[in-house]
């Protein structure tokens, strides 16, 4: 029997050129988690001016149909103005995609995942000059997300002996065990991280090397290319800003 499924909330995440004319996409979805779908022939009608597509970072509502795992795209209406990220906000919008892309598997929902993925877009897109991005928002939804997929972090205890860490120890973290002794951080660090405080400079650094570390060891050797892209942003833009001070000087 042919599943039908009209009306749901969804975001794209990835898309790729399918056969001649048409397309692959991956949503993410509210109660349906991450779907695979064709749309037909988007490309040729793009040339003509009609059906552009969706974009990333605006929610549709959509409607498909398969037997299988990879559906067909039946209708895809915005349900809200776009959002348009810019700069850095532009490339941590291509990391949440990237990371809930391949870390997902297909049709396993996550409601409260994608609550949090669209509340975080709602931060990104109010992103400018004048209001930064908020580092510690993406560490909460990266300790959400590895807390959804099953992989939470056990940051309070020691792994082996179970004893609680000490403000005053130094640890290391495994993903595949836990918190072990060793140098990488401190016990004030990690206990800080396991509250969801690290507002300070000390723990937020920490987040982002432990957090770093922990989704690298669940992708498996795949490599993310927002972060690549990111990289090659900064690179642009330094050798912007270093032109700039010599035509100055």
């Known amino acids: 029997m042919e599943d039908r499924v009209e009306g749901e909330a969804g975001y794209l995440l990835h898309s790729r050129p ?14 349906h988690g991450r779907i695979r779908t064709v749309a037909k022939a988007t490309r040729q009608r793009s040339k003509r001016g009609a059906n552009k597509g969706l974009m990333p970072f605006g929610c ?5 149909r398969g037997r299988g795992d990879l559906k067909s795209l ?6 809200e103005p776009g959002r348009f990220l810019r700069d850095e906000a532009l490339f941590s919008g291509l990391y949440l995609n990237e990371l ?4 997902l598997h297909e049709q396993d929902p996550h409601p409260y995942l ?3 993925y669209q509340q ?38 020691e792994a082996v002996s179970g004893e609680p860490l ?10 595949d065990f836990g918190v072990v002794a060793g140098r990488s951080f401190s016990g004030e660090e990690l206990l800080a991280i396991a509250s969801g405080d690290f507002r300070s400079s000390g723990p937020r650094a920490a987040a982002k090397r432990l957090l770093r570390s922990a989704i690298d060891f669940h992708l498996d050797g795949k490599r ?8 090659q942003y900064l690179d642009s833009a330094a050798f912007v800003a270093d032109a700039n001070q010599a035509i100055a000087e």
């Open 18 to 31: 399918y056969r001649e004319s048409s397309q692959l996409l991956d949503l993410f979805t509210l109660n």
């Open 60 to 64: 549709y509502t959509l409607s498909w």
């Open 74 to 79: 039946i209708s895809a209406e915005p349900a």
């Open 100 to 103: 809930v892309y391949r870390l």
């Open 114 to 116: 994608y609550q949090s």
């Open 120 to 157: 975080l877009l709602n931060e990104l897109a109010q992103v400018s000059p004048a209001r930064p991005i908020d580092e510690c928002l993406l560490r909460e939804f990266e300790m959400v997300l590895l807390e959804e997929l099953g992989y939470g972090l056990v940051l309070d205890c």
């Open 166 to 175: 000490l403000p005053a120890g130094r640890y290391d973290y495994r993903a």
């Open 224 to 231: 993310l290319n927002s972060r690549m892209l990111y990289r």
